[in-house]
Structure formats: C-alpha cells, structure tokens
C-alpha cells in the first residue's frame, strides 16, 4: 500500500499501543460519548445503530492545498507501519482507525484533518468492541446526558437567499449558454447559541430521526449524510450515488399514497434524471481505473428520508491495485453530486456564484483502518462548529443545477436540505 517511511519520518511518527477488545452490548453508541470534550475531539460515523463512535486524541494531522490527501495518507501509512496493534476482534474498523475529514476545495482556507481517537467504541453485525490507543485505562466513561443549545439565533450567510437565488438563474442562463452542462450551487448560514454547541446533542438527534444517514462528526464537522462516496471493504467497493431531489410534503405529514406520487413523479422527472446521470457518470469515470469489474444499475432507486427524496442508484466494484479508501475517496472527490460537470469548469462557476469558501462542506468525511479499509461520505446535511467560537456553527447546503432547473424551487429545496442541522439545533 504505501512506500516505507524516510528515517526522518519515522523519527517523527508517533509510536501508537493499540488495543481492541470485544465488548458486551454497550447500548445506543452516540451516548457513550462523555461529555466535556472539545467538539473536534468527538468522533461519530453511525447509521442504524451501527458504526463507531470514538474520542480524543492519540495523533493528529492538519493538511492542506493539492496534497491535502497524499500528506493525511503518507502520514497514515507511517503510522500504522510504528504502531503495536492487538486487535482480537479484526474486523473493518476494529484496531487502528483515524477519522477524517477533507475541505472541498485545495485552495481552502479551512484545512483537512486526520484523527486518531483514544478511545472507539464500534458495532458491526451484532458484535462490538473497544479500541483503546495510547491508554491504560480501558474503563468506558460515565454515560451523561447532552446538552440541547439554547438561545439559538440565525443569520444569513454570504448570500441571502434571494441572492442565492439569482445567482440559480445565472447558472441556469450559463448552461443554457453551453458553459457547462450542470452545476451544484450551495448556501451557508450561520446559527450562534448562547453556549457552547454540544456535538453529542446534535448527533442523538440526526441519528435518531435521520436513520437511513451516516450520523459523522469529525474536527468540529458534525451532519447527518445521505451520500456514500466510497466504501471500501476486502476488496468490494460501493459507492451512493445521489442527485436529483424532491421535497416531501411537511415533516411527518406525508402520507404513503403522497409519497408514492412523488417518488413516482422524481423517477419520471427528465430535469432530476438527467442531474442523476451526471453524477453516476462521474463516480463511475472515477472507480474504473481502480477495479476490475463494476456493476452499474441502469437505473436509479428512490431513497426516501424524512425531509426530502432523493434519485440514488448503488455503484459496485472489484477492487483491482489495492487502492486504499482515502486513496478512492480523493479519485472520486468532487463527484458532479457536488461539483458539476464538467468539473473544472463547474468549480469555477461555483467561485464566482457562492461568494464563499466551502470549507469542508461537501468534502469527504469518514474513517480508514490499518488495512486501508473505510467508509467516506459525502459531507452533506451537516455543519462545522467553529473551534475558535464554539457557540457558532455554519450550516450548508446545495443544490444540482441543470438546464430544467427553476430558481424558486431550488431555493426551497435547499430549505429542506438545511432542515436537519436547523432542527437538530432545536430544544424539542
Ligand atoms: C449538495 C447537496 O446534495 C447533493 C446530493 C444529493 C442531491 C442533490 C440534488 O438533488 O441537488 C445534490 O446533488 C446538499 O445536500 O448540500
């Protein structure tokens, strides 16, 4: 997988005592989080219950620019070849895992990070353990309860929304020009409560309601994403492919029959399928290089969350090369589900539509094992706490535009994606 560490490097990795041992049923995973860690050093990567939660930090890496992927794996790679791993459990995401999360952009100013915990506590088909790095004790923490925010206050971000939704018609007005064939605009907006943002609360509440999601949080960045980028597990890749969406009617008010006519009108909706075939195409030009043999549904299913419908269609493949799963992550980043097409044009429209800095807002989010396993989602439906301020917290979301695209209800659909982190931010 990777080349052996310089002398100099090697000299500077951290030596890592790794211990995984397996674990009687600990209950609901994101309350075992203890309370009173800063908001960067609480991990989460849970959906159904399952997956890993973790916190601390055993070694960390900021990285940036172009490299940003090659420096968080160079430095992974040396890390897992210096470290005394016991793992009994040996399974994807038991012994050596760090948690990751990458900004969207290389010339961000906000950079990227890789984490290891001190402490995970991970669930996979029944079976849990606990990892413990560099510590003695492998006692888990007291369970105590999260703190709701109170006296939340909302304000626009770089763009209000009516200016958000000019910049749609501009878009629009550019594709119909022939520029470029789609593009994803999104939005920020900035929500400040009078404490302290406990990132324990915000995760109960994505992964309670928001089940069929990955509940992440890693470095501040907490949300709640429908869209796996990449999964890369003994040799079987998959990856979520989502674009194309529909609003549902009100939170909890659809009926069955609702929801049936409106899947049924997003599977037949030319404007959606099109923005889907975009995305799928993408993600596809991207794994190739890297598998064998790929299996692509020729058409997408409707995956149905509380707040919005969405077109998806599950890509597979035949790992070939042993590419890692940061190394896939960084192939596929930016897929046209979040970027355009084609992309180095669509990014460029994105500089001079959004007026803001993505930060890590649609960027790969996740974990990687010792074995270059993991899971990397799309970070989407989600927010970063700022470190500096941890009262404030920045909330995105975004929209695929195509040719058919109307300005109106892209804005609308953006409410709806912002829906979760602004209830999630709520005390009831
Ligand atoms: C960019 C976002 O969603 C993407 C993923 C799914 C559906 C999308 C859409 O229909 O526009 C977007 O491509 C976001 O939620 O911020």
Same mark, same amino acid.
């Given at each position: 997988?990777?080349?052996?560490?310089?002398?100099?490097?090697?000299?500077?990795?951290?030596?890592?005592?790794?211990?995984?041992?397996?674990?009687?049923?600990?209950?609901?995973?994101?309350?075992?989080?203890?309370?009173?860690?800063?908001?960067?050093?609480?991990?989460?990567?849970?959906?159904?219950?399952?997956?890993?939660?973790?916190?601390?930090?055993?070694?960390?890496?900021?990285?940036?620019?172009?490299?940003?992927?090659?420096?968080?794996?160079?430095?992974?790679?040396?890390?897992?070849?210096?470290?005394?791993?016991?793992?009994?459990?040996?399974?994807?995401?038991?012994?050596?895992?760090?948690?990751?999360?990458?900004?969207?952009?290389?010339?961000?100013?906000?950079?990227?990070?890789?984490?290891?915990?001190? $402490?995970?506590?991970?669930?996979?088909?029944?079976?849990?353990?606990?990892?413990?790095?560099?510590?003695?004790?492998?006692?888990?923490?007291?369970?105590?309860?999260?703190?709701?925010?109170?006296?939340?206050?909302?304000?626009?971000?770089?763009?209000?929304?009516?200016?958000?939704?000019?910049?749609?018609?501009?878009?629009?007005? $550019?594709?119909?020009?022939?520029?470029?064939?789609?593009?994803?605009?999104?939005?920020?907006?900035?929500?400040?409560?009078?404490?302290?943002?406990?990132?324990?609360?915000?995760?109960?509440?994505?992964?309670?309601?928001?089940?069929?999601?990955?509940?992440?949080?890693?470095?501040?960045?907490?949300?709640?994403?429908?869209?796996?980028?990449?999964?890369?597990?003994?040799?079987?890749?998959?990856?979520?492919?989502?674009?194309?969406?529909?609003?549902?009617?009100?939170?909890?008010?659809?009926?069955?029959?609702?929801?049936?006519?409106?899947?049924?009108?997003?599977?037949?909706?030319?404007?959606?399928?099109?923005?889907?075939?975009?995305? *799928?195409?993408?993600?596809?030009?991207?794994?190739?290089?890297?598998?064998?043999? $790929?299996?692509?549904?020729?058409?997408?299913?409707?995956?149905?969350?509380?707040? *919005?419908?969405?077109?998806?269609?599950?890509?597979?493949?035949?790992?070939?090369?042993?590419?890692?799963?940061?190394?896939?992550?960084?192939?596929?980043?930016?897929?046209?589900? *979040?970027?355009?097409?084609?992309?180095?044009?669509?990014?460029?429209?994105?500089?001079?539509?959004?007026? $803001?800095?993505?930060?890590?807002?649609?960027?790969?989010?996740?974990?990687?094992?010792?074995?270059?396993?993991?899971?990397?989602?799309?970070?989407?439906?989600?927010?970063?706490?700022?470190?500096?301020?941890?009262?404030?917290?920045?909330?995105?979301?975004?929209?695929?535009?195509?040719?058919?695209?109307?300005?109106?209800?892209?804005?609308?659909?953006?409410?709806?994606?912002?829906?979760?982190?602004?209830?999630?931010?709520?005390?009831?």
């Amino acid at each position: 997988m990777s080349l052996s560490p310089s002398p100099a490097d090697a000299a500077r990795t951290p030596h890592l005592r790794v211990r995984t041992q397996e674990l009687a049923d600990p209950g609901d995973l994101v309350s075992l989080v203890p309370a009173g860690r800063p908001a960067e050093d609480v991990m989460s990567w849970v959906r159904r219950g399952e997956g890993l939660v973790a916190w601390g930090r055993a070694a960390s890496i900021a990285t940036s620019g172009d490299e940003r992927f090659a420096d968080a794996e160079s430095w992974w790679d040396a890390l897992v070849a210096a470290a005394d791993v016991e793992d009994e459990v040996a399974l994807p995401g038991s012994g050596l895992v760090a948690f990751g999360s990458f900004s969207f952009r290389n010339s961000s100013d906000e950079g990227s990070a890789l984490v290891v915990p001190e $402490m995970v506590v991970g669930r996979r088909g029944g079976r849990a353990w606990l990892t413990t790095i560099n510590r003695t004790s492998d006692r888990l923490p007291d369970v105590t309860p999260a703190l709701a925010p109170t006296g939340v206050e909302a304000r626009d971000g770089a763009l209000t929304p009516a200016q958000w939704r000019s910049a749609v018609s501009d878009a629009i007005e $550019m594709i119909r020009t022939g520029r470029i064939g789609k593009v994803v605009l999104a939005r920020d907006e900035i929500h400040v409560a009078d404490a302290d943002i406990d990132p324990r609360w915000l995760l109960t509440r994505l992964a309670a309601r928001y089940r069929d999601t990955w509940a992440f949080a890693v470095d501040g960045l907490v949300g709640a994403t429908p869209e796996l980028l990449v999964r890369s597990e003994k040799g079987l890749v998959t990856s979520r492919v989502l674009a194309g969406t529909i609003r549902r009617a009100g939170a909890g008010a659809s009926s069955e029959e609702q929801d049936l006519a409106l899947a049924a009108s997003l599977a037949r909706s030319s404007k959606d399928l099109e923005e889907h075939e975009y995305a *799928v195409r993408s993600v596809e030009a991207a794994l190739r290089p890297h598998c064998s043999s $790929m299996n692509v549904p020729d058409a997408p299913f409707v995956l149905n969350l509380p707040n *919005v419908l969405h077109l998806a269609t599950d890509v597979s493949g035949a790992l070939a090369g042993g590419a890692s799963s940061l190394t896939l992550a960084a192939s596929l980043h930016p897929s046209a589900a *979040v970027c355009g097409t084609p992309t180095n044009e669509a990014a460029l429209v994105i500089d001079e539509l959004e007026h $803001m800095d993505r930060g890590r807002y649609a960027g790969p989010v996740g974990w990687i094992d010792a074995a270059g396993d993991g899971e990397w989602g799309i970070a989407l439906r989600s927010g970063q706490i700022d470190i500096e301020n941890p009262c404030r917290i920045r909330l995105f979301a975004g929209c695929g535009i195509v040719a058919g695209s109307d300005p109106v209800s892209e804005v609308a659909e953006s409410v709806a994606k912002l829906s979760p982190m602004r209830e999630a931010l709520r005390d009831d």
